[in-house]
């Protein structure tokens, strides 16, 4: 046959198209599955999130998607194996009574970093008249907040904490003012231009303590709780199928102060310009927390 032939140049046309057709399907097959991570839109988180999200990719290759919805959903989804991870549960008290009902279908992949809630004023309120809760049966001090507790998302853990402090404080004539974070820390500010007392649902890490002067009102019945421990947790079988992002997770960590001013520069840039600068900075601390005995974990097959 001659080498011009056009029956040759279809047959060579459609082995190369097979060809191509077969190297896109062995890519596709060689891809694995994202690890859908689920996150609430607060400061902290978000940085948490990106910044775990972007070692996986950088260090493993490994896909990732993330997914927002409030905590109560997450926790649901994560039971339900709808995702694979939330890095953001506080213990040993504010999200208790999620971890409680859904504990038996989880995993818990470790420590992240440490917080606290509770309920906080602006220092320019005097410690004298507002210096714990239960000061907040003050009539005077009602009457200057307005019987108003400024607060984020209802029925978060902190939300229902605060309602139980309500009522084991005898907190009559408040109530719960519920917005988002933005719209609660907007109010707050409004009002401190005005010179006008404000009472939040506060917790921290956060950039409210950083760009305003803040304190937290002491807690004598401890409904608020000491110090919490922001766990990643995970669905059941989750360590089993991804060890590699387990084994991540469970040495991930990120300094307090380190998370605070990255939540300040996200406001002033954007959480991915911060994000990306850090982790540019702090590659071999990220590389460090893939390595297991000097050498990095690995159990997927070439």
């Known amino acids: 046959m001659n080498a011009r032939s056009p029956y040759r140049k279809k047959a060579c046309a459609c082995l190369f198209g097979f060809a191509l057709g077969a190297s896109a399907a062995l890519a596709q097959a060689a891809e694995p599955e994202p690890v859908r991570i689920g996150w609430v839109n607060w400061s902290d988180t978000e940085i948490t999130v990106k910044l775990a999200s972007t070692a996986l990719q950088e260090h493993l290759k490994q896909p990732v998607k993330l997914v927002m919805a409030d905590i109560g959903i997450q926790f649901q989804a994560l039971a339900n194996g709808n ?65 108003k507790i400024l607060t ?96 991540f997770f469970a040495h991930y960590s990120i300094p307090l102060a380190d998370l605070e001013a990255l939540m300040m520069q996200a406001r002033q840039t954007s959480s991915d310009q911060a994000v ?7 590659k071999p601390r990220f590389e460090a927390m893939f390595e297991q005995g000097g050498q990095r974990v690995s159990t997927r097959q070439p």
Do not use: C
């Not at 939330?86 to 970093?113: C, N, Q």
């Not at 309500?166 to 519920?178: F, R």
């Not at 990306?276 to 702090?282: G, K, L, P, S, V």
């Open 152 to 247: 984020s998302e209802v029925g978060n853990g902190q939300y229902k904490l605060t309602v139980k402090a309500m009522e084991e404080y005898k907190l009559d004539g408040y109530k719960l003012v519920a917005s988002s974070e933005t719209g609660m820390l907007n109010e707050l500010d409004r009002n401190l231009k005005r010179d006008k007392w404000s009472l939040v649902n506060a917790w921290s890490p956060h950039w409210m303590f950083s760009k305003w002067s803040l304190r937290y009102l002491d807690d004598p019945k401890h409904i608020f709780g000491g110090a919490e421990q922001i766990h990643a947790m995970a669905r059941k079988g989750f360590s089993q199928q991804y060890p590699e992002v387990a084994y």
């Open 276 to 282: 990306a600068a850090y982790y540019a900075a702090n």
């Open 83 to 147: 995702i694979d991870l939330i890095p953001m549960v506080w213990l040993p008290s504010t999200h208790k009574a999620f971890y409680d009902k859904y504990k038996d279908r989880l995993e818990d992949l470790g420590v992240l970093y440490e917080g606290r809630i509770g309920m906080a004023v602006p220092t320019s309120v005097p410690i004298s008249e507002v210096a714990s809760v239960e000061d907040l049966n003050k009539p005077q001090v009602r009457e200057k907040l307005d019987g």
